[in-house]
């Protein structure tokens, strides 16, 4: 039997980034606010502390930080043909798990998105017609302009500490900076990090072709800085060890250090960690939530929160789950096209890099951050390139980064090399210096059959349905993938490598690998309840006092990361509730 | 006690400061306010009032102490062995490379290779991290 506990202001689902900022500004704006947490309390010190926190093979490979799968997954399938089967390990993604989420063991790379991420269908109904998208490509305008939005994209880069190089000061384009970026009130509140060797090679290589090179904006902190709220950021210490690891340094821009410990500070604020929330409780109306169920997962025993504001604040694939569980919303069906909660889901195709090998150069893979790096955007927020000449929609950024030369899995070798024996562990030796890379990041479009849905077989430890996943990489995609990843290639022969692999081709969707945890889509935003399962302000259409904030309301995924635009429409969230929702609760228009 | 260790501490710095004016043709003496700045690159973990929530251990009172001291802080096994106690010297060759002066220690920092940087700072963490109270 459940126990009902006293009613809050508001109930957050989920403390990483973006529960972390609802947390801090609701609670500071004096609502009493209970946020749950499935996992555990997390701090820098001691849970991030070297040596310990350097252990690649626990935290890279057995995935310390990460969602156990044994407790509650996904189902896959590549189309509505296939039997779907349960993820029963972590791979392709890595949902996060316990205080901070994904903005502990994130990479840091923090972008705005372009304008035409902004207005996705206008742009390209505007320049190539209508028919240039695909019937069954479900792509739609954000439901606020990035104009709108600046002023919440400056918060988050202050509070996570950015570092980078303006390319577009009020208009002014500034030398070094990002040419192709939307026009920003100010400059990051860091200068960029040191380039890597690799990094300096494909600037000079890039700029020499006539593409605008420029440092990729990261929340690695390029020199010690104290954020806007008072909390302290050490400098970076390039120790490669970002992803998949928390940072000792507190170098890292991460919710942990940073918006969490200034709601705790809150005493209208309250944490409850080994939390997990199972379903959102509605009223007979359905169109009102009452609060939340939840599960102490350290004992059994199971809690009813009520609160007048529930705020989905999960990781993006989480939210959407809650929403189907909690029949908020019309599920959507790929068959009939009916339906919105689930439709959209979107993710990263790769494969477009390159890795270069060089006898006569050393680039010292493990010095190293998650996210710094030099960038090239003129096949992605370039509003020139010719996407006609792609016959795709969306483009790719590409990149040299410098992420980590870790032991177990950083291991370039050249093509034809052995997977094992002696001759590989002789290549892995030579190689291991004398390689870097160069990546290519494509955008991914909506298809109406890339979505998700409730399981009708597989069900978690707590008998509820797994959410299903129906996804595959599809024509444009390739495109893409083909497209820019010839251009890496031209841009890595003219460096004259000894030898280079790649870039591969782009084939069906692989969940076993690790590619990218920028899983998009599902509880979508937009202008209306007939293409939208959240309005501008991230509200649920169906029962405003559920919030839904993340990647989880990105009608499509662009070439860019998604934190920037997570933590900004968090903000952005915050604002409207603060400022709308209390002083007059309902649908805001 | 405290307070002898203190200033005397003190003194030492002083003193090492006028041998190198003395015997050098470049003259400089540790700049206090260049120390301040460069602690930044510190602060992110460490206080100079014992308050507040931080990462490292504070440091005040730091000089004179036995390296692994202070009894609210849960130190690493290297640093409570490291039989240190830190004075100009030590805390110079600490700053200089960390790992290298205590090997397995578990501050998150790189160090700082410019001898005259160090100068500074230490000349401003003799004066600000003074423990008035124990005086």
């Known amino acids: 039997m459940a126990t009902r506990l006293r009613e809050v202001d508001v109930v957050i689902v989920g403390l990483g980034w973006t529960g972390g900022i609802l947390a801090k500004e609701l609670s500071e704006a004096g609502m009493r606010v209970v946020a749950l947490e499935r996992g555990g309390m997390r701090s820098t010190n001691p849970d991030f502390a070297i040596p310990l926190i350097r252990d690649e093979l626990k935290y890279a490979v057995r995935n310390a930080l990460m969602q156990n799968p044994a407790r509650d997954t996904l189902t896959f399938r590549h189309s509505p043909s296939e039997p779907s089967l349960p993820m029963r390990q972590l791979g392709s993604f890595l949902p996060g798990e316990g205080l901070g989420g994904a903005g502990v063991h994130w990479n840091g790379v923090t972008w705005r998105w372009t304008g035409i991420d902004h207005a996705a269908r206008s742009y390209y109904e505007q320049r190539h017609g209508k028919s240039f998208i695909p019937a069954d490509m479900p792509i739609q305008d954000w439901p606020m302009t990035y104009a709108e939005l600046e002023p919440y994209y400056d918060k988050f880069e202050r509070t996570a500490g950015v570092s980078g190089k303006a390319g577009n000061i009020r208009g002014t384009k500034q030398p070094g900076g990002n040419f192709f970026e939307q026009s920003r009130d100010r400059d990051y509140p860091l200068p960029a990090l040191e380039p890597s060797y690799s990094q300096v090679l494909f600037n000079d290589a890039t700029a020499h072709m006539g593409y605008h090179p420029f440092p990729r904006p990261c929340a690695n902190a390029s020199r010690a800085y104290t954020n806007p709220d008072g909390s302290r950021l050490g400098a970076c210490v390039y120790c490669g060890h970002c992803e998949r690891f928390g940072c000792e340094a507190n170098a890292k821009g991460s919710p942990h250090i940073t918006v969490i410990p200034k709601a705790m500070a809150q005493p209208t604020f309250e944490l409850r960690t080994h939390s997990w929330v199972t379903k959102v409780m509605l009223d007979s109306t359905k169109k009102k939530a009452i609060g939340v169920a939840y599960t102490d997962v350290s004992n059994g025993q199971e809690y009813e929160q009520p609160a007048a504001i529930v705020a989905l604040c999960a990781y993006a694939i989480n939210n959407v789950h809650l929403m189907l569980l909690s029949s908020i919303g019309t599920p959507y069906d790929a068959t009939t096209q009916k339906g919105i909660v689930g439709k959209n889901y979107c993710y990263q195709p790769g494969g477009g890099g390159v890795t270069l090998f060089f006898e006569d150069k050393i680039f010292n893979p493990f010095m190293a951050t998650g996210a710094f790096g030099i960038a090239i955007d003129d096949f992605h927020a370039n509003d020139q390139f010719d996407r006609a000449a792609m016959g795709a929609l969306g483009g790719a950024t590409i990149n040299v980064g410098q992420s980590n030369g870790r032991p177990i899995g950083y291991r370039p070798v050249p093509a034809g090399t052995p997977r094992w024996g002696a001759e590989w562990k002789k290549a892995t030796a030579k190689w291991y210096l004398r390689a870097m890379n160069i990546g290519v990041t494509a955008s991914n479009m909506p298809n109406r059959y890339n979505a998700y849905d409730l399981d009708p077989t597989y069900k978690n430890v707590f008998g509820q349905p797994l959410l299903r996943l129906t996804y595959n990489f599809l024509e444009n995609d390739k495109k893409v993938i083909a497209y820019v990843g010839q251009k890496a290639s031209e841009i890595a022969r003219s460096l004259n490598p000894t030898s280079m692999t790649g870039p591969g081709t782009l084939g069906d969707y692989n969940i076993v690998p690790y590619q990218s945890t920028h899983n998009t889509g599902g509880a979508i935003m937009g202008s209306s309840p007939g293409n939208s399962a959240v309005n501008k302000y991230l509200q649920s259409w169906d029962v405003p006092n559920v919030f839904v904030v993340g990647a989880s309301a990105f009608p499509h995924n662009s070439a860019y990361n998604p934190t920037g635009p997570v933590g900004a429409l968090a903000y952005w969230t915050a604002d409207a509730i603060k400022k709308r929702y209390r002083q007059r609760p309902g649908l805001m228009t | ?135």
């Open chain 2, 1 to 135: 006690m405290m307070r002898g260790v203190v200033d005397g501490w003190w003194f030492v710095v002083g003193s090492c400061a006028m041998l190198v004016a003395t015997t050098t043709s470049h003259v400089r003496g540790a700049d206090v306010e260049k120390g301040k700045a460069l602690f930044e690159q510190c602060a992110a973990c460490h206080s100079l009032d014992a308050t507040g929530d931080y990462d490292g251990p504070t440091l005040k009172g730091v000089i004179g102490r036995k390296a692994g001291s202070l009894e609210d802080y849960r130190y690493s096994a290297a640093m409570k062995r490291s039989d240190v106690v830190w004075d100009a010297a030590t805390v110079d060759k600490y700053v200089a490379d960390p790992q290298a002066f205590i090997p397995g220690n578990r501050m998150a920092f790189a160090g700082i290779s410019d001898k005259t940087q160090r100068e500074d700072l230490i000349a401003f963490l003799a004066v600000a991290t003074k423990d008035t109270n124990s005086k």
